[in-house]
Structure formats: C-alpha cells, structure tokens
C-alpha cells in the first residue's frame, strides 16, 4: 500500500512516546516543581546525577528498584508515579 492509499487516519498518527519518555519527562515535572536541581533529587535518591540526567533525557530506562528510589524521593508513591507515565489520551 503506498502512501496515496493509505487509510487517512494512518496518515495524521502522531509518531508515540517511549515509555521511558514519558517516565523521564514525569520525573522532570516532579523535580521541577520542587524546584530541585537534578543534582539533589540524584541524591535524595542516592543516583548518581550523569544517570538522572540520562533517566530524565530517556537514555537509560531505570530498573523497577531505581524508580522505586525516584518516588520515595519525590515523596510520592510509586503507583502514582508510574501512573503518570501512561499515555493520554488526545
């Protein structure tokens, strides 16, 4: 099928987000408005600040322990900071 006769509703498909964007993207937000540096989360988290940066850029998809470290770090639960990584929907 070429692109002429492609369903139009592929056509408009806005590329998805990788799980580990949206979890870095959350992160940020969270860090953010504690107004924290990545640098103090990455300690509050005992993280070294290369790797929240990485988490936070999505380069590297941390473990289930680490974004358990993350989320006791951001005081919230771990439930909710996974939730908030679940695509919208538009």
């Known amino acids: 099928m070429t692109a002429s006769t492609a369903p139009v509703f592929e056509l ?3 590329p ?5 964007e949206r979890f870095g993207r959350t ?3 969270l860090r953010q408005a504690r107004g924290w540096s990545q ?5 509050r988290a005992e993280l070294n600040r290369t790797y ?3 988490i936070e850029r999505a380069t590297a998809m941390p473990s289930l322990h680490t974004a ?5 770090a951001l005081d919230v ?3 909710e900071l996974i939730q ?4 919208q929907l538009r």
Do not use: D, I, T
């Open 77 to 79: 639960p771990l439930s």
């Open 52 to 54: 929240m940066g990485e």
């Open 84 to 87: 908030r990584c679940e695509p």
């Open 27 to 29: 992160v940020r937000r």
């Open 68 to 72: 358990a470290k993350l989320a006791q």
């Open 39 to 43: 640098e103090r989360l990455a300690e």
């Open 16 to 20: 998805q987000e990788s799980v580990g």
């Open 12 to 14: 408009l498909q806005l």
